[in-house]
Structure formats: C-alpha cells, structure tokens
C-alpha cells in the first residue's frame, strides 16, 4: 500500500459563535470564517505533528495562495458550529477541504477549501514538491492510523 492508497487526516473541531463575530442581525460576518477555518485546519496539522512551529523549524513557511468558500446558510450568535477539515492534497501543495455545520443539526452552513505551498525560508522559493518534513509526517500518520 503508497501513500496515495491510504486515508488522509482529517478531524473537526466545534466552537460558539461569540458575539464579537456578528452584525447586528447576529449573523457571523463572513470574514470571520477564514479564522474558522484557520482553527480547524491548526488542529488537523497538530494531528500529524506538523504545526506551523514545527514547519518553520524544519526550514519552510507554508503561505496560503489560495481560498474559497461558498456560503449556504449562516452561522448566528451563540450557535454551536463543527468544522470539519479533510487533508485532500499533499505531495505538490497541502489543500485542506473544509465543511461548517451547525453542530447539533449537521445542516451545512459553508464549504470551503484553502491551498497552502512551501517555500523556503532561506531563499524564499516556492517548492515544486512538499518538503520530506511533511511526507514523513503524514506517512507516519498514516501508518498508525490504518
């Protein structure tokens, strides 16, 4: 079995909407989400033990050069939200998909997705591959995990 025939991370992670978030229609204004899905995406990178301290120290930073979101429904003041982040890309570029459901009922509220690439700290290049640092960690992740 490759890397490529194994289940890639994923994980979810719930929140409240706080009312620092909302309009006065206590809808969460859409910016808010990008840091949602910043949440949930640090948790799942945790998970395979390459965070953004440990992607630094290995000698890359991993800029996001692109995003979307698409909107379905929105996320209200005090609701309890589940971000869902499922690792789809990595041996060019690490692209996180992204689901945001109201917690209780599972009704999708936004779908999302973020492409993240490396680049060297030291000359500041982009990289056509993922750095060993990442392909070890998630092949180890993988390993335990099927």
């Known amino acids: 079995m490759t890397p490529d025939d194994r289940p890639l ?5 719930e929140l409240v909407i706080p009312f620092h978030d909302v309009d006065m229609m206590q809808v969460a204004w859409h910016g808010h989400y990008v840091r949602y899905l910043e949440i949930a995406r640090c948790e799942l990178l945790d998970a395979i033990d390459y965070n953004y ?5 290995s000698g890359f930073a991993w800029p996001v050069i692109d995003l979307r979101l698409r909107y379905a ?6 609701q309890r939200i589940a971000i ?3 690792m789809s890309e990595w041996e ?3 692209k996180i998909d992204y689901t945001i459901r109201d917690a209780e009922t599972r009704k999708r509220l936004t779908r999302a997705w973020s492409v993240q690439v490396a680049v060297g700290l030291d000359d500041h ?3 056509l591959a993922s750095p060993p640092a990442l392909v070890e960690r998630l092949i180890a992740w993988q390993e335990a995990n099927t």
């Open 9 to 13: 991370p994923r994980g979810e992670t």
């Open 53 to 57: 301290p440990q992607m630094q120290a």
């Open 73 to 78: 429904g929105p996320a209200l003041f005090a």
């Open 84 to 86: 869902e982040a499922r």
């Open 92 to 94: 060019h570029r690490l």
């Open 125 to 127: 290049e982009m990289r």
